[in-house]
């Protein structure tokens, strides 16, 4: 009876009061809201929330990235900007370059979209956008296409001298969030290199901070599946003493692709300068094989 009756009172509040509570949430709250009561429902479709959950303060987006007929609502409209399948290209840097047999490929240097549930900006810093040492020496690294990836790729040939540097500026990240930073990678079949020695991963945050973390782009078991090669005592032994503390390893991702948490940081109301990333390995050994996609920078639930 109790449950009924306060069932009953909430349908008598006005529908913008409703509305306007639901606002004060998250993409996430609003949809869960909808099975609470009709009068829930009805206001957690409404433009007056949804709008709330669109960054007023979006980065400029590349022309074209949203042709086609405007959304009927704010909450299509949300919907199409959180799509973490379909980023948009920024007009940051962006790099025209037509491309007829693939006229969905774009070349640029940032890519963006929504977080569904908290509504944070998330990013990727495209390989173009990157500092990849030695990038630009085509007997070093080389520039190209793949078919499950929209943007331009980087592909290890062979350095000894692994580097790859990212930034952004904390205005662009949204207020009072923590982020993690993933380095967007594959490693086909004959690559080499990539488990040991371990890298390193630093972020230097405005505040001055400097996470660093070491990480391992390929495990040691997955390595000896791509080379076929067997599991060694000797090697086994030897990888374990050069690691160490077990290094971060990278997780698949559904598109196919593989992450690498490089680290995690808190954007504070109020920051204004850039964050940097980095990706690191500078001993003698011989590195090949490494795709490199970009650095995703996404929100991250903390605790």
């Not at 990013?123 to 690294?141: F, K, N, V």
């Given at each position: 009876m109790g449950s009924a009756t306060g069932t009953c009172e909430i349908a008598r509040l006005p529908e913008d009061l409703l509305s306007a509570a639901l606002a004060l949430t998250t993409p996430r709250d609003a949809c869960r809201a909808v099975v609470v009561s009709r009068a829930f429902r009805d206001a957690a479709g409404s433009d007056a929330v949804w709008a709330r959950f669109v960054p007023r303060d979006l980065p400029p987006i590349a022309a074209g990235e949203l042709a086609g007929p405007a959304p009927p609502s704010k909450k299509e409209q949300f919907l199409r900007l959180s799509d973490r399948r379909f980023p948009l290209l920024l007009a940051d840097g962006l790099r025209i370059q037509p491309v007829p047999k693939n006229p969905l490929l774009a070349y640029g240097l940032k890519s963006m979209w929504l977080d569904r549930g908290s509504g944070a900006?998330?990013?990727?810093?495209?390989?173009?956008?990157?500092?990849?040492?030695?990038?630009?020496?085509?007997?070093?690294?080389?520039?190209?296409?793949?078919p499950d990836s929209r943007f331009e790729v980087a592909v290890l040939l062979s350095v000894c001298w692994f580097e790859i540097r990212g930034k952004i500026h904390s205005k662009?990240?949204?207020?009072?969030?923590?982020?993690?930073?993933?380095?967007?990678?594959?490693?086909?079949?004959?690559?080499?290199?990539?488990?040991?020695?371990?890298?390193?991963?630093?972020?230097?945050?405005?505040?001055?901070?400097?996470?660093?973390?070491?990480?391992?782009?390929?495990?040691?078991?997955?390595?000896?599946?791509?080379?076929?090669?067997?599991?060694?005592?000797?090697?086994?032994?030897?990888?374990?003493?050069?690691?160490?503390?077990?290094?971060?390893?990278?997780?698949?991702?559904?598109?196919?692709?593989?992450?690498?948490?490089?680290?995690?940081?808190?954007?504070?109301?109020?920051?204004?300068?850039?964050?940097?990333?980095?990706?690191?390995?500078?001993?003698?050994?011989?590195?090949?094989?490494?795709?490199?996609?970009?650095?995703?920078?996404?929100?991250?639930?903390?605790?």
């Open positions: 900006k998330c990013y990727m810093l495209l390989a173009r956008g990157l500092h990849i040492s030695w990038g630009d020496t085509p007997c070093y690294w080389r520039w190209t296409n793949l662009m990240l949204s207020r009072d969030t923590a982020y993690a930073a993933y380095i967007v990678f594959k490693i086909p079949v004959g690559s080499y290199g990539l488990d040991y020695p371990p890298q390193k991963a630093s972020i230097d945050t405005v505040a001055g901070k400097k996470i660093i973390r070491k990480v391992c782009l390929q495990s040691y078991e997955a390595r000896h599946v791509n080379r076929q090669l067997p599991l060694t005592p000797e090697y086994n032994k030897s990888y374990q003493l050069g690691h160490g503390r077990n290094p971060v390893l990278p997780q698949e991702r559904t598109d196919g692709w593989m992450e690498l948490e490089m680290g995690v940081f808190y954007n504070k109301e109020g920051d204004d300068g850039e964050v940097h990333f980095s990706l690191l390995q500078t001993s003698g050994t011989s590195k090949e094989g490494l795709i490199v996609q970009g650095i995703e920078i996404r929100p991250k639930k903390l605790g």
